[in-house]
């Protein structure tokens, strides 16, 4: 295979949609809709899963997708941490399943995440939830993509009767102030954001210490569908730091995203 150029975004674009298809593919093998993974579940230190789906899935991406963009580092939820990255203005980021306890749980909200950096932002990425025949896809300047249309986020500018889906310490005090529709709390942030992205929903929050990994695939897809992803204090986000970990976000369309950040202050008092 002919090495890319970071810079030449459709090339990553279509590479990163077939490896994450490919990806999506070998995952699938271990799942089970509604039942228990068969693939075999461990535990990291801090006690989140892993699966032997999720690091089959990281070795095929990093081998892969490392070949052909030789210009890049790499960041992957499941590979050690080299800080060489941050010499690096390009930068894979990866969470080959973003969904671990969902997956394993036989819930389909789970996808592959796969992203370009460059100098600090997204400029290409994909979120591929095989088990919702969902893929989202786009790169700077080119647009966004479910499947094979066009993306476009909700155009609604009132916060109330929007329909939301965010974490329980955020929500309820929010409803009890303001006639939200309540969706439930979708786990995969990449598939949460991705709905925002498609104009499934309104609006969307995570909670603090999210990761570059988690967002990053999906961030240029909400930027690309018209919606705004930013951190409380309106800023978007900055990726390929030494701590690639983030505080409390939000996302939505145009209209609606100051409003969201205004009940989001509110609601949690300046925290986050």
Known sequence: MASISPSDSRAVLELLRDAARVAGDMAMDFFRHGAATAARVDFKAGGSPVTEADLAVDRY?????????????????????????????????????????????GDPHWAVSVALVSHGRPVVGVVHAPALAQTYAGALGLG?????RPARASDRAELAGASLSAPNGFIKPLA???????????????????????????????SPDSHDWDLA????VLHEAGAQLTAADGRPLLYNQRVPRHRTLYAAGPNLHAALLAAGRRTLGGAG
């Open 61 to 105: 991406l990093h081998d892969r997708l490392r070949a052909a963009v030789p210009g890049a580092s790499w960041l992957s939820e499941e590979t050690a941490d080299d800080l060489d990255r941050l010499l690096h203005d390009h930068v894979i980021v990866v969470d080959p399943i973003d969904g671990t306890r969902s997956f394993a749980a």
């Open 144 to 148: 966004a993509w479910v499947n094979d």
């Open 176 to 206: 009890r102030a303001v006639p939200v529709a309540l969706v439930p709390r979708i786990p995969s942030l990449a598939c949460r954001f991705a709905a925002v992205a498609g104009g499934g929903l309104d609006a969307a929050v995570a």
């Open 217 to 220: 695939g999906v961030d240029i």
